[in-house]
């Protein structure tokens, strides 16, 4: 395995205006992995959670997603402690619409005005005056959907938020959304392994949304030796994950991978997937592959 590191390599995974008007390096760090078992209170170890976020913009990453269920709020309190004053290049996108019981336990919970709440709290334990992308983390089957998003399109008007996106949806919840109010990101679940949201994904590259797919390095049985990723791996010195990356980074120019981690040298390892460049052929075998 080559990480084959430069000095900020999320740099070569290019660029993308979220909203058309918030620019983020495209490979960035997705931040649920540096709470506690179960996604549930602190890290064993914060110091290290703390210079893994530190890390991350040392490599250039300039997109952190976190969300206030993340601890619940840990997530949050660790990224301000670790990088407030923010660098003016940094955007960090943060989530509501899950509450929390207990470790992995999930419900979604979409009442305006605990969507309000959320972000009030989320702005103030991230130290924000504005959250650049506020996302709805799972429409609430229980509450009008234009409820939902109507709190959030009001915050927006208040400057609290700049942009609205959505998490786990169909394309047709999509279009509903974006009837109620501007959609600039999804977050599906989508990887090299599990590509269900290939319509979503496409649906937003006709409409330039932001697409951020969710546990982005999963390679199943893709990884195993003698495996398809493995005569690729060895051409490029590359590990799995960092080709199951360059693969998204490849696949669209909408695409935003957050690949998610509490150890520095994971961080390395998958940042460094920015550089990996596969031909033409390398990535339609892997997408035929799959």
């Not at 703390?50 to 952190?64: N, P, S, W």
Request: contains cysteine.
């Amino acid at each position: 395995m080559a990480t084959n590191i430069s000095e900020q390599p999320a740099k070569a995974s290019g660029t993308y205006r979220i909203g058309g008007d918030v620019t983020v390096n495209r490979l960035g760090y997705g931040a649920m992995q540096i709470t506690g078992p179960g996604v549930w209170g602190d890290p064993k170890d914060p110091a290290e959670a703390v210079r893994v976020l530190r890390r991350a913009i040392e490599l250039g990453v300039t997109f952190i997603d976190t969300a206030d269920s993340y601890g619940p709020f840990v997530s949050e309190l660790l990224i301000r402690e670790a990088l407030h004053p923010y660098a003016d290049d940094l955007v960090i996108a943060t989530k509501a619409g899950l509450s929390r019981s207990g470790p992995g336990d999930w419900r979604p919970l979409g009442r305006p005005e605990y969507l309000r709440q959320q972000c009030e709290l989320s702005l103030r334990h991230l130290g924000l005056d504005s959250i650049p992308l506020y996302q709805l983390h799972r429409i609430d089957s229980k509450v009008p959907l234009a409820d939902q998003l109507g709190e959030l399109a009001l915050l927006r008007d208040e400057g609290k938020i700049q942009h609205i996106g959505l998490s786990e949806v169909s394309v047709a919840q999509i279009e509903e959304s974006r009837a109620i109010t501007t959609i600039a990101s999804v977050q599906n679940l989508y990887n090299l392994a599990n590509r269900s949201a290939e319509d979503v994904l496409e649906y937003c590259e006709r409409n330039d949304i932001a697409f951020i797919p969710w546990f982005p390095i999963a390679t199943g049985e893709l990884a195993r030796p003698g495996g398809p990723l493995d005569a690729i791996s060895t051409a490029h010195g590359a590990s799995p994950a960092q080709l199951a990356l360059a693969w998204l980074l490849r696949r669209s120019p909408v695409m935003l991978p957050i690949p998610g981690t509490s150890s520095v040298a994971h961080l390395e390892e998958n940042v460094g997937a920015a550089d990996v460049r596969l031909t033409d052929d390398e990535f339609e075998a892997l997408a035929k592959a799959s």
